[in-house]
C-alpha cells in the first residue's frame, strides 16, 4: 500500500484531515483491487491463433448493447517504399471500393480496363515529359470513365449498412492500419463473413477519383497552422526512420506518380495473415462465434509473415539547435530519446509525464504556467513500434519573452525532478489518475479496441497489458529520479519556431472528366445472396426511464426524480467500476450573461482564503476526483467526477470550494494572455474562420464572433465579476445527471444541501431561441485567405419550425440525401467527383423544437474547385436526385441501426435530461421506428424536400483565395459582400 508523505501537511495547519488522509490511501488501494476486479471482468476473454497464423481477441462484454469489431494490418505508413510514400494510406482508401465480386456487375469485363490502367500508371511514373504525362493521365481518364461502367459504388458500405453496422471507418498510422465498425451482436455472423470476405480479393477500382480524394485530405491538412510543424519536429525526432523521413500521407510527388503494382506488392506482403489480427469486443457469445470465424477467417491462405525493414536509431549528442518559421505564434520543443512502447521503461516514462503535467495542471511544467512565467509548458511521450521520443513543448510569452530564457525555465523544471525535488503527493496523484483514466477507457468498447490494436502491435498478450498496468503501485520517487536521469540528459534538440508560414504546394485542378458510375442502384450477386442470409430478426432495445419511488425499477436504464422546485435529477447505474461521474446543468448561458464564457476558463485559475488552486486542484486528485466546466449559449455546465468511496468528501470539498472561491485580478491575467494567443491562431485557420463567418450569415450583429469581447476588454475584466457570474449561475434551474453505485436516495441525501444545489430558483433558460436573420435573397459572404490551398465552403438554407412528424421525416431524409458513404451528397461529391475529401448536407434538427431549423451543406475543396463543387452542391438542392429504389435499404439500415447507436451507460442520463427540454417522456427512437417501419414511403421524402427546403434564397459562405476561385464567379450565385475576418469575429 503506497505511504502518504508527511509532505500532505503545511507548517501551520493541516491542509487535509486524518479521516482525508485514510481516505485516499483507500482510495489508492481500491484502484490496485480494481486491476483483479478487471481481470475478472474479462474472463470472457479469448486470445489465440488459427492455423494461418491469424491472430485473434474476443472480449465478451455484455453490458455493452451492440459490438466493434476491427482487422488490423502491422505496417503502416514505415512500410511504404521510400519511393513510393503514402502507399499504405491510399491502399486504405481503395479497401472501400470493393472486391472481385463485390462492387462490381461484371468482374472479367471490368477487369480488361482495370489491367490497362494499371500498366498506364507504372508508365506514368517512367515518364517525365510535361506533354507525355498529360496524354497518358487523358488515356487513364477515358479506361476509367469505361471501368466506371462496370462498378457499383458504395456497395461494400451499403452491405455493412444492411445489417445495421455503423460508424464504418479506417485509419493508418505510422505502425498499422486498422479497419473497424460498430454493429449489432446479434449480426456478428454476417459481420464476420463481410469482413473476411473483404481481404481476400479487393480491387483497385475507382483508382483515378479517390486519388484526388487523397490529394484533398492533403490539402486539408496542409491548411491547418501546425502541420508544417509536426512534420518538422517528427524529421527531428525520428532523422533515421520513415516516421521522419517520410509522412502518412505521402509527398505530393509520389502522389503524382501513384503506382498500382507497387500497391499490390504491399498488400501482398503485409495483408497475410500472420501478419493481421481480428479483434473484437462487445455483446456477443464467444462459444457461438468461434466457428464461424474458422469458417470465414480461417480460410485465409496462409503465407510467410513479412520481414519488416530496421533502421539505425539517432543518438543525440550534445545540443542540437533548428530554427525555423512555421507557426502563427512562437513554439518551441526540446526533444529527448524516448522508448518504443513495448520498453520496460515506458510505463515509467508515462508517470513521470504526469508528474510534469496533468489534465488538473498540478504538474512541475504546469507551474510555469500558473506562474505566469510561460503560455504553456507540456510534455508528450511518443512511443511508437520501434522508436520513441519526449518532448517538452512550450510556449513563451507573447511579447518579450526570448526564446532561450523560456526553454531555460522548462530545463530548471526538469531539473528539479532530475534532483527529487518534487512534491511527494506528485506521485501519488499520478498513480490515481492513470489507473482511473485507464478503468474510465476500459468502459468504452471503443478505447478496449484500441488498447487490443497495441497489444497486438507490441507482441503482447491481453494479460500481460492488463499485469503491465498494475505495476504502477510499485513505482516509488526513486523511480522517477533514476528515470529522469537516464532519459532527461544533456543530449537533446532544441527546435525554436517563429511567427512564419511554410509555403504550401497548391495543385492545379486535373482536366479530368467525372468518373460516373451507371450502376448506382445495382446489386452484384454476391449482395444479393449475402442478404438472404439475414434472416435474424432484431428485438430493438430502447432506452427505459423510471421514476425513483415506482417498483419494478430494476430493468430501467434511467431514474428520474424531482428533488425540489426547478432541480431534476436523472440516474443511472455504473456496471463497471467504482467512479462516479455528475453533471450539473445550470438553465443560464451566454445568450443570458456574456460573463459566464470566460468565467468557465477563470474557474480553475482561482483558490480561496484557504488554499489556491493548486493546493485545490491536487487534494481534488488525492481524492481521485476531476472537474470541468463549460458554458453554451443557454447552460452553464459543471461536470464532477471521482472514487464512489470519497464521494462525500469530494462533494464537501468542491462545495466548498465554491462557495469559498475568492477573486484575484491577477488571474485575469491569464485569462487574457490565453485568449490573445488563441484568437491569434483562430485567425491563421481556415476551419476557425469559415465558422465564424458562417455563424455571421446566420445571426448578423448577434454572432458569437462579435458579441465576444476583445481581449484588450477581458484584460478591463474584474475578477469578482466573474466569480458573481458563477454564484450567480448556480441559482438558475438546474439538471443534475449521475452515473455511479449508489443509490439515488444516497446521493440526494449529500447534495441537497450543498453550493451546487441550494441556491437553485430561477426559471431556467434551455430553449432560449436567438432568431436568424431574414434572408431576402441569394447571397454570398466572403472573406479573402490568400495563402490558404482549400475553399472552405458552407451552403445553407433557413427553414422552419418542424412538428414531430416532420422531424422525423427529416430523418428519414437526411439518410438519403447525406447518410453516409452512400447518400447522395457523399457520391455525388466525393465518390464522383473527388471535389472534397469531407462533405456533408443535412437538414439541421436544433433539440429545441421551437428553435430556427436550416438545411446545411459543407465542404472543404481545392480553390480553383470551388465554382464545380458549389454548381454540384446547388444542383443537388434545386433538383434532388431521385432513387426511389433505396427506401427499403434505408429503412433496413435504420431499424436495425437502433441498438449500435444505443447510448453507454455514462451518457444515458445526460440523453433523457435533454429529451425531457424538448417534451419527449419516453426514447422518441420509439415513435421514429415505428413511424419508419409503418408509414414512411419514398415520397415523403421528396414531400419534404419540395415542402422544407428553400430552394431560392440560398446563403453561400466561402473563405478561400479570391484570385483563385475568382469574384465573378461569386457573383453568379447572388448578392456578394465581401468582409474581414475582423467583421465577423472580435479580437
Given amino acids: 500500500m503506497p505511504k502518504i508523505s508527511v509532505s500532505l501537511f503545511s507548517e501551520n495547519k493541516p491542509l487535509v484531515t486524518k479521516i482525508q488522509i485514510m481516505r485516499i490511501t483507500l482510495s489508492i488501494l481500491s484502484l490496485t483491487l480494481l486491476v483483479g476486479q478487471a481481470i475478472s471482468q474479462v474472463q470472457d476473454f479469448h486470445e489465440y491463433h488459427l492455423s494461418n497464423g491469424l491472430k485473434v481477441f474476443l472480449q465478451e462484454d455484455r453490458t455493452q448493447p451492440n459490438a466493434v469489431g476491427a482487422v488490423i494490418v502491422k505496417g503502416g505508413a514505415k512500410c511504404d517504399p521510400a519511393d513510393a510514400t503514402g502507399i499504405a494510406h491510399y491502399f486504405e482508401h481503395m479497401m472501400f471500393k470493393g472486391t472481385d465480386s463485390i462492387g462490381t456487375i461484371d468482374f472479367a469485363n471490368e477487369k480488361i480496363y482495370l489491367d490497362s490502367i494499371k500498366e498506364q500508371y507504372d508508365l506514368l511514373g517512367l515518364t517525365e515529359d510535361k506533354e507525355a504525362r498529360a496524354n497518358i493521365q487523358k488515356v487513364i481518364n477515358r479506361l476509367s470513365v469505361k471501368a466506371a461502367g462496370y462498378a457499383i459504388p458504395n456497395e461494400f458500405d451499403r452491405l455493412v449498412s444492411h445489417f445495421g453496422g455503423t460508424g464504418l471507418n479506417a485509419f493508418t498510422s505510422d505502425d498499422n492500419i486498422v479497419y473497424f465498425n460498430t454493429f449489432p451482436g446479434d449480426k456478428i455472423n454476417l459481420w464476420l463473413e463481410l469482413y473476411a470476405h473483404r481481404f481476400v480479393q479487393p480491387v483497385f477500382r475507382m483508382f483515378q477519383s479517390e486519388l484526388e480524394t487523397v490529394y484533398e485530405e492533403k490539402n486539408m491538412y496542409a491548411d491547418n497552422p501546425f502541420t508544417a510543424i509536426l512534420e518538422k519536429w517528427a524529421a527531428l525526432s525520428y532523422p533515421n526512420h ?112 504526469e508528474i510534469l503535467s496533468n489534465n488538473a495542471e498540478t504538474g512541475l511544467l504546469d507551474e510555469l504556467r500558473s506562474d505566469r512565467k510561460l503560455m504553456m509548458a507540456q510534455i508528450l511521450s511518443d512511443s511508437k513500434v520501434d522508436l520513441g521520443n519526449i518532448s517538452v513543448l512550450y510556449i513563451p510569452k507573447l511579447i518579450g519573452q526570448p526564446m532561450g530564457k523560456a526553454e531555460r525555465l522548462v530545463l530548471d523544471k526538469l531539473e528539479q525532478l532530475k534532483k527529487g525535488d518534487f512534491d511527494d503527493r506528485l506521485l501519488e496523484i499520478a498513480k490515481v489518475e492513470f489507473k482511473k483514466s485507464f478503468y474510465q477507457y476500459m468502459e468504452d468498447p471503443n478505447w478496449k479496441l484500441f488498447s487490443l490494436i497495441d497489444v497486438f502491435n507490441n507482441n503482447q498478450t491481453w494479460e500481460a497489458f492488463l499485469a503491465e498496468q498494475a505495476k504502477v503501485d510499485a513505482i516509488t520517487k526513486q523511480d522517477m529520479v533514476d528515470i529522469a536521469n537516464k532519459y532527461l540528459t544533456n543530449d537533446y534538440v532544441l527546435l525554436r519556431s517563429r511567427t512564419g508560414f511554410p509555403k504550401k504546394d497548391k495543385i492545379k485542378k486535373p482536366d479530368f472528366e467525372p468518373i460516373l458510375p451507371k450502376n448506382t442502384e445495382a446489386e452484384s450477386e454476391y449482395a444479393k445472396q449475402f442478404k438472404a442470409k439475414d434472416t435474424i430478426a432484431i428485438e430493438p432495445l430502447f432506452m427505459q426511464i423510471g421514476k425513483v419511488g415506482e417498483h419494478n425499477l430494476t430493468e430501467k436504464d434511467v431514474l428520474r426524480d424531482e428533488w425540489k422546485n426547478k432541480v431534476t435529477y436523472f440516474h443511472a447505474d455504473n456496471p463497471m467500476n467504482n467512479i462516479f461521474k455528475m453533471t450539473f446543468k445550470y438553465g443560464v448561458g451566454k445568450n443570458q450573461n456574456d460573463l459566464l464564457a470566460y468565467a468557465a476558463s477563470h474557474f480553475n485559475e482561482l483558490g480561496t482564503d484557504e488554499m489556491d488552486h493548486k493546493e485545490f486542484n491536487k487534494q481534488m486528485q488525492l481524492l481521485g476526483a476531476s472537474f470541468y466546466a463549460y458554458t453554451t449559449d443557454n447552460s452553464f455546465t459543471i461536470q464532477l467526477e471521482g472514487l464512489e468511496e470519497n464521494m462525500t468528501e469530494t462533494i464537501t470539498l468542491f462545495s466548498s470550494f465554491l462557495k469559498d472561491m475568492k477573486a484575484d485580478n491577477d488571474k485575469i491575467k491569464q485569462l487574457f494572455t490565453d485568449t490573445k494567443q488563441e484568437r491569434k491562431i483562430e485567425k491563421k485557420s481556415a476551419q476557425d474562420v469559415i465558422r465564424y463567418l458562417f455563424d455571421y450569415s446566420r445571426y448578423g450583429e448577434n454572432a458569437s464572433g462579435l458579441k465576444r469581447k476583445t481581449a484588450k476588454e477581458i484584460k478591463a475584466l474584474e475578477s469578482q465579476s466573474l466569480v458573481d457570474a458563477i454564484h450567480d449561475a448556480l441559482k438558475y434551474e438546474l439538471q443534475v445527471m449521475y452515473t455511479g453505485t449508489q443509490e439515488p436516495a444516497t446521493i440526494k441525501a449529500i447534495m441537497l444541501n450543498t453550493t451546487l444545489v441550494e441556491h437553485v430558483g430561477k426559471d431556467g433558460h434551455f430553449n432560449d431561441v436567438v432568431p436568424f436573420v431574414k434572408v431576402v435573397e441569394p447571397t454570398v459572404y466572403f472573406i479573402n485567405d490568400p495563402k490558404a490551398v482549400q475553399s472552405q465552403i458552407y451552403i445553407w438554407t433557413p427553414g422552419n419550425a418542424l412538428d414531430e412528424e416532420k422531424r422525423m421525416q427529416s430523418k428519414v431524409f437526411n439518410e438519403y440525401f447525406g447518410g453516409g458513404m452512400e447518400g447522395i451528397v457523399f457520391q455525388e461529391i466525393r465518390e464522383f467527383r473527388s471535389l472534397a475529401y469531407g462533405c456533408f448536407g443535412q437538414y439541421i434538427l436544433p433539440n429545441n423544437p421551437k428553435a430556427n431549423t436550416m438545411f446545411l451543406c459543407g465542404l472543404s475543396t481545392q480553390a480553383d474547385k470551388s465554382e464545380e463543387a458549389i454548381d454540384v452542391f446547388l444542383s443537388l438542392l434545386r433538383d434532388m436526385p431521385q432513387k426511389p429504389e433505396r427506401v427499403e435499404n434505408i429503412k433496413n439500415s435504420m431499424v436495425k441501426s437502433v441498438n449500435a447507436s444505443r447510448t453507454s451507460f455514462r451518457s444515458a442520463p445526460s440523453l433523457v435530461a435533454n429529451w425531457e427540454l424538448i417534451g419527449h417522456e419516453e426514447d422518441p427512437k420509439i415513435k421514429a421506428l415505428n413511424y419508419v417501419q409503418n408509414n414512411f414511403q419514398f415520397e415523403e421524402i421528396v414531400d419534404f424536400y419540395n415542402a422544407e427546403i428553400e430552394k431560392d434564397n440560398v446563403v453561400i459562405c466561402v473563405v478561400g483565395d479570391i484570385k483563385t476561385i475568382g469574384k465573378d464567379v461569386l457573383a453568379k450565385y447572388g448578392k456578394v459582400t465581401e468582409l474581414k475576418k475582423k467583421d465577423v469575429m472580435k479580437f
Avoid: C
Fill in 242 to 353: 520513415p516516421y521522419g523521413t517520410q509522412t502518412i500521407l505521402g509527398s505530393a510527388e509520389h502522389l503524382k506518380n501513384p503506382s498500382l503494382t507497387k500497391m499490390q506488392a504491399y498488400f501482398d506482403t503485409y495483408y497475410v495473415p500472420n501478419n493481421m489480427a481480428l479483434a473484437i469486443t462487445g455483446n456477443f457469445d464467444i462459444d457461438e462465434i468461434k466457428p464461424i470465424i474458422d469458417a470465414t477467417f480461417g480460410a485465409w491462405e496462409e503465407k510467410p509473415a513479412p520481414v519488416f525493414p530496421t533502421f539505425p536509431a539517432h543518438e543525440y549528442k550534445g545540443v542540437e539547435k533548428h530554427k525555423v518559421r512555421m507557426t502563427p505564434i512562437k513554439v518551441g520543443a526540446i526533444i529527448y530519446k524516448g522508448v518504443p512502447s513495448n520498453h520496460e521503461d515506458a510505463l515509467k516514462l508515462e508517470i513521470l509525464s
